[in-house]
């Protein structure tokens, strides 16, 4: 393993081979996640890792918060119906969605800190996939603040927040090198 190599070559993957990674393989990903730097021994991350049929419960929940929010039209048209089911079945052929979430701490400062443990949580499991050969699509959409969308997948809206749902799965397509900022444009050196 080489982790700057991993870190420069790591990309986001945009669709997925069907084949389904293996429970303890994901169990191992998720350990090293768990390394993550995190306040006060906190280990705040949560998570519902949906997979198999375990994903009927989740994309429906996901297609109604869609059409909630507007990304996702209403009505029983052809078109309509034709737009949804293609979104549905294109959320099944994905392996695994890792939705992560966390309970909100009542001091904001503790929130601020679960909140960033987790990000690096996020990110060292997506190297040590990478490591595994398994793509992972980190995604923040509008049904995560969705209170329904919180509800019906078995969350208190005033107790948990979820922060991402990864999905995850041997990828078929990622995205490309775009290069980065040079560092000289982003950071100021005082001395």
Known sequence: ???LRTIKERRSTLSFKSEKIELSTLK????????????????AWRMKLYQGEGKEHLIPAIIESYQRSGMLPTGNSEKTL???????????TIP?????????????????EDYS??????????LAAWEYG??????????MHDEQFIEKIGLERDKHKVVAVLQIGYPDKT?????????????????
């Open 117 to 126: 443990s987790i990000a690096a949580f996020i990110q060292n499991s997506q």
């Open 82 to 92: 034709r737009s949804r089911a293609s979104i549905a079945d294109f959320l099944l």
């Open 134 to 143: 398994i793509g992972m699509l980190w995604t923040i959409t509008p049904y």
């Open 175 to 191: 995205t490309r090198d775009k290069g980065r900022t040079s560092v000289e444009k982003w950071m100021e050196v005082i001395e």
């Open 96 to 112: 695994h969605h890792a939705l992560i979430y966390y309970e909100i701490p009542g001091d904001p400062i503790r929130n601020e």
């Open 28 to 43: 191992e990903i998720f350990t090293y996640g768990s390394y993550a730097p995190t306040h006060y021994m906190t280990e």
């Open 1 to 3: 393993m080489n982790l």
